[in-house]
């Protein structure tokens, strides 16, 4: 086993002791292979136990779209990932698991080998320990709490949201040291802008289709700025809503002003500087309850595209002829507008706001414009 598989193999090793709570004591980073063979061991037997208790639970449940059942699930896939590794046979499958496994590993490097060993110092005592994730941490963030707040301001259907793939990307959680972009995985040649100073709720797709048309892995990452009675009525659908189309609330989707006229197509971009600009997402104003400030709010829609169903074309805003700079500066803007009227060809997996603080006033009353957020 090479040096970069043994390595991806701890990580994800780690990664999942993490993810499913074992009580298990995470070796440190310069532990011997036999340490961590003997880790990786006791890891998968607490696993492969885990799941039979799980089995065992289901016994009683018929709600297939319970959590426990898409729990089951992915501890399954968990497993069955693990063993693709342990056997080292399927080239294709393993390099697809450790660009995941990297992928992970980046948002959560903050937590690095010292502050690892650290929490292990402090919990030498304890029978077990748990590396807390990104995830569990950003409980705190005031951004992502102000972000959630908005989110349950609209009132929308809690079977909408995917939590385990939320993600925030304000400068504490995702800070300045970290990329602007990663590639995407075998087959995806578009690189993955990152989100900053954005949080992404996830948004539930269909499985059956994300596993036909391998959506994670070969579908392009872009972003729609929107409306949230059109975002709405969109994530309900299952698809995208052409102009001349009529929303959930009764609305036909119109060309609204600034867009060129005539144009029977849905627009997004790689980058969500260029999909959040107020032509696209129009900025709402929300007060919080939280710390009682006025914010500007704007909705985005992340998307995954199949490759060669859109148009690449160049930027319609006239960004580049007022103030002289790209939207972007990865993506040029001769690329940076996406064009496609082929349904079904868009799905949607995240829902992105972002915050502004309007000044330091504060009101004791909420001056959100009801019928933008009582959608249902």
């Known amino acids: 086993m090479d040096n970069k598989l043994t390595k991806i193999r701890r990580t994800f090793a780690i990664q999942l002791t993490t993810k499913h709570k074992l009580k298990l004591h995470i070796p440190n980073n310069d532990s011997s292979d036999s340490i961590f063979e003997i880790f990786i061991n006791e890891m998968s037997k607490q696993l492969h136990n885990k799941l039979i208790k799980q089995d065992e639970q289901l016994l009683k449940e018929t709600n297939r779209n319970s959590p426990l059942f898409i729990q089951r699930k992915q501890l399954q896939k968990d497993i069955d990932d693990f063993q ?5 046979q399927d080239v294709r499958t393993i390099q697809q698991i450790s660009e995941r496994v990297e992928h992970m590993a980046m948002f959560n490097r903050k937590y690095d080998t010292t502050q690892i060993e650290s929490l292990l110092q402090t919990n030498k005592q304890s029978q077990s320990i ?8 950003s409980v705190s963030c005031p951004y992502r709490a102000l972000c959630c707040e908005l989110v349950d301001r609209l009132n929308w259907p809690s079977e909408l949201f995917a939590p385990e793939y939320d993600r925030c990307f304000c400068k504490t ?11 995407g995985n075998i087959g995806n040649k578009y690189p993955i802008i990152i989100p900053r100073n954005w949080m992404k709720f996830g948004l539930k797709i269909d499985e059956v289709q994300a ?24 994530i309900k659908h299952r698809q995208i809503c052409l102009p001349g189309d009529t929303l959930l609330d009764g609305t036909k989707l119109i060309i609204r002003p600034g867009h060129i006229n005539g144009q029977k197509a849905f627009f997004t971009s790689p980058t969500i500087r260029y999909a959040a600009q107020n032509h696209y997402s129009t900025p709402l104003e929300f007060t919080s309850q939280i710390d ?5 709010a704007k909705i985005v829609l992340r998307c995954r595209q199949m490759p060669g169903t859109f148009t690449i074309q160049g930027e319609t805003l006239n960004n580049s002829q007022i103030n002289g700079t790209d939207f972007c500066d990865i993506i040029p803007d001769e690329q940076i507008e996406w064009k496609t009227d082929k349904r079904g060809t868009v799905i ?9 603080r309007v000044s330091n006033q504060t009101f004791n009353n909420n001056t959100i414009d009801q019928t933008y957020f009582n959608q249902k």
């Open 84 to 88: 693709i590794l342990n056997k080292r």
């Open 173 to 183: 959680c995702y800070p300045i040291t970290l990329p602007n972009a990663c590639q």
């Open 348 to 356: 949607f997996d995240g829902l992105c706001i972002r915050l502004k």
């Open 130 to 137: 748990i590396i807390p994730t990104m995830k569990s941490t």
């Open 211 to 234: 596993k036909i048309h391998q959506i994670w892995d070969k579908w392009a990452i872009s972003y729609h700025g929107t409306l949230p009675n059109a975002a709405l009525s969109m």
């Open 292 to 296: 009682k400030y006025v914010y500007t």
